[in-house]
């Protein structure tokens, strides 16, 4: 246990949608329950587009923070001197103009998955923090969780042996009840491409997730290969993507990854019965079950066959009703990163969240996909009505 007052990091929240709820809620639980005796967190803003009021009806959502300064805008939010980083909650293709806003405003972030919807977006927010000396983390949570850490320490303790392959899958069934259309509305973020919508940024970032996490991030940092890229899309009637498949080949290590997402057909709809990601070794295979972005359990298989479970349950905080969702896992990275002065997470580093980027920009681009020049400009624009709310 850490001695001396625990580190506090005061958070600006923009956005107040669903997962900004979310993170807000597992803000607010007490660390100690997770064992984090070191760093806590306080909501010191919100910031919601529409209105202050809307801002202000968040707080009363999340019950917490009755304190927190609420803004009707962006722009006020970054201005708050008394933010030490800034979650940016928005859609994707809002992502690149409202950290550059924060950035630009002298504020650390965590940002969102997907980090941005091109790589030179992503890239030029790394550069920007790079040249203010700030900290920044795309908000790929499931690589803090217990789980995630234990399978790469095994991996690295040699238990599955060389890891050949590793296959991961994402899918939702979201078919509407009637006719060949999703369940979601032609405007709604996962489908609409203003929004950046589709598979690929929304869902298919977690199988990638896994195979970057097993298959790149634990390459030793000399021979650090990223991927050749080969991907299929089918269209929705949107132009967004419903069903994509992902290989990623690194021939210099003699592995393949495979991911694939569909917003057509649920990855395990007995939710239990097959492993959502399969990382395979020479000595045997990690199994991790549905849902790869929150997974609970996973099973060690070794290439006799013999088997072993492992759960991972997430503590819930009694005096908040028992809520505990995960994420406050890759908050706790934050804090600790501010706390040592560190602008990137060692965890999901700068050049990893950019190959993943360029990974997901090369799948975009074989399956057909394109976005609003709006959402894809590398060119930071404070004005940009993502950043102003009137888009
Ligand atoms: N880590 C995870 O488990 C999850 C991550 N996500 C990610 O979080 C982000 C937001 O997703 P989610 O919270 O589900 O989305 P929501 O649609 O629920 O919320 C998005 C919020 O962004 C703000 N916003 C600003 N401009 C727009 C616009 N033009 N259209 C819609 N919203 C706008 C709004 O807040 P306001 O009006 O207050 O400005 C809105 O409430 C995405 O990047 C998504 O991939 C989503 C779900 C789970
Ligand atoms: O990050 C996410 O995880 C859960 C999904 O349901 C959601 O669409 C996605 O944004």
């Known amino acids: 246990m850490a001695t001396g007052n625990p580190y506090t990091v005061k958070w600006g929240i923009m956005a107040t949608g669903g997962i900004a709820e979310t993170f807000c809620k597992d803000l607010l639980c007490n660390p100690e329950i997770r064992g984090a005796h070191d760093v806590r967190h306080e909501i010191v803003a919100v910031a919601s587009s529409s209105s202050k009021k809307r801002a202000d009806e968040f707080l009363k959502t999340i019950d917490g923070a009755f304190d927190a300064k609420t803004y009707g805008s962006y722009p006020e939010l970054v201005s708050d001197s008394n933010i030490d980083i800034i979650y940016v909650a928005t859609p994707h293709s809002h992502h690149f103009q409202n950290t550059m806003l924060a950035l630009e405003a002298g504020k650390h972030v965590l940002c969102e998955k997907a980090f941005t919807v091109t790589a030179a977006q992503a890239r030029k927010l790394v550069e920007t923090a790079k040249a203010k000396n700030l900290f920044l983390m795309e908000a790929v949570w499931t690589r803090y969780f217990p789980l995630s850490i234990q399978i790469r320490e095994r991996i690295t303790a040699g238990e599955i042996g060389t890891v ?22 032609d405007s709604h973020r996962m489908v609409n491409v203003d929004l950046a919508g589709g598979a690929i940024l929304d869902l ?13 991030h634990l390459q030793p940092e000399q021979d650090k290969e990223a991927p050749t890229v080969v991907a299929a899309s089918n269209k929705y009637t ?9 290989i990623c080949q690194f021939p210099q290590h003699h592995s393949l990854g495979v991911a694939t997402t569909t917003l057509r057909a649920h990855t395990d709809p007995e939710l239990d019965a ?66 040592d002065g560190k602008k990137e997470s060692a965890t999901l580093p700068w050049k990893e969240s950019i190959v993943i980027m360029e990974t997901m920009e090369a799948a975009l681009k074989q399956g057909g996909i394109e976005y609003p020049e709006l959402i894809t400009t590398d060119v930071y624009d404070p004005k940009s009505p993502l950043n102003t709310g009137n888009q």
Not at 204 to 216: I, K, M, N
Not at 274 to 280: D, E, G, H, K
Not at 312 to 333: K, L, Q, S, T, Y
Request: aromatic fraction near 14%; proline fraction near 6%; glycine fraction near 10%.
């Open 238 to 246: 949107t132009g967004a993507d419903e069903n994509t498949a992902i």
């Open 274 to 339: 097959v492993p959502a990601i399969r990382i395979q070794g020479s000595e045997g295979e990690i199994q991790v079950f549905f849902p790869a972005y929150r997974p609970l359990k996973y099973k060690v298989v070794k290439k006799s066959g013999e088997s072993q479970t492992f759960d991972c349950p997430i503590p819930g905080d009694p005096a908040r009703n028992g809520w505990g969702h995960g994420m406050f896992w890759e908050a706790d990275e934050c804090a600790r990163c501010l706390r």
């Open 164 to 185: 050949y392959r590793t296959i991961g899958d994402l899918s939702f069934n979201s078919n509407a009840t009637e006719g060949k259309g999703l369940s979601f509305a």
């Open 204 to 216: 298919g970032v977690y199988p990638l997730t896994w195979v970057f996490q097993t298959l790149y």
